[in-house]
């Protein structure tokens, strides 16, 4: 089945404390982005990467990191992770970064920072 | 000015009618746009992707593209109660490290019984 896994689903953690949530699709997408959602704020782009060892940021890259190292994995880590960070993230996939390929996205994770 | 708008709502409609929801854009080099529905703590999934100005009907889905009034719609026939969702309109927009996918706040449509 065609999808876009994310790891974990659900987290809650303390203020500094490095996590990483990983994303992966096995539909050999060359794009990967990864959005964080908050109420009122609508799906901002974190980062977002047009192919393996290349990424740009997004809209909201403060506080995150990611690495492309393989086609198929894009995790995104909290160094030191922050209460503003908590969040819903989603993590998207598409052929190409061309304007008319449809993104699609992983089930969410939902982080909360203590 | 915000580069998508679209009205929170909630928009309420009675089950069988039509529900219209509307977006804006403020780019106007936007070339591809979209409709996603999510359910709440759900991701978003695609409903509808139009390119060129007129209508795009699928099923009881019908997407319009006005880039003249920089605008964007979807009518929803026949509504059902699972139709019942956050609709986010999304826009794509040329930067210059390449194309970036704007949303919107998202529309919340209530069908009622």
């Known amino acids: 089945e065609a999808q876009v896994t994310q790891n974990p689903r659900y987290l809650i953690t303390v203020t500094g404390k490095k996590l990483t949530v990983t994303c992966s699709q096995n539909m050999n997408h060359e794009y990967m982005s990864w959005y964080r959602q908050d109420p009122g704020l609508g799906l901002r782009q974190i980062y977002y990467s047009m192919n393996v060892e290349v990424t740009d940021k997004g809209d909201v890259p403060e506080g995150y990191k990611v690495s492309r190292k393989e086609k198929r994995n894009f995790p995104l880590i909290l160094e030191s992770p922050s209460p503003n960070q908590t969040s819903l993230y989603f993590c998207a996939s598409s052929w190409t970064g061309i304007s008319t390929d449809t993104q699609y996205f992983g089930p969410g994770t939902r982080l909360t920072v203590l | 000015q915000k580069e998508v708008e679209q009205n929170s709502g909630p928009l309420s409609v009675p089950e069988g009618a039509i529900a219209s929801l509307n977006c804006t854009y403020s780019?106007?080099?936007?070339?591809?746009f979209f409709w996603y529905r999510q359910y709440s703590g759900k991701s978003p999934e695609l409903i509808m992707s139009?390119?060129?100005?007129g209508d795009k009907e699928d099923g009881r889905f019908t997407a319009q593209l006005n880039k003249a009034s920089q605008y964007v719609s979807l009518l929803i026939r026949d509504s059902q109660p699972s139709d019942s969702a956050t609709y986010l309109c999304?826009?794509?927009?040329?930067?210059?490290?390449?194309?970036?996918?704007?949303f919107g706040t998202g529309t919340q449509l209530k069908v009622e019984l």
């Open positions: 999304a826009v794509n927009v040329i930067t210059g490290g390449g194309n970036k996918l704007t």
């Open positions: 139009i390119y060129s100005n």
């Open positions: 780019d106007r080099v936007s070339q591809s």
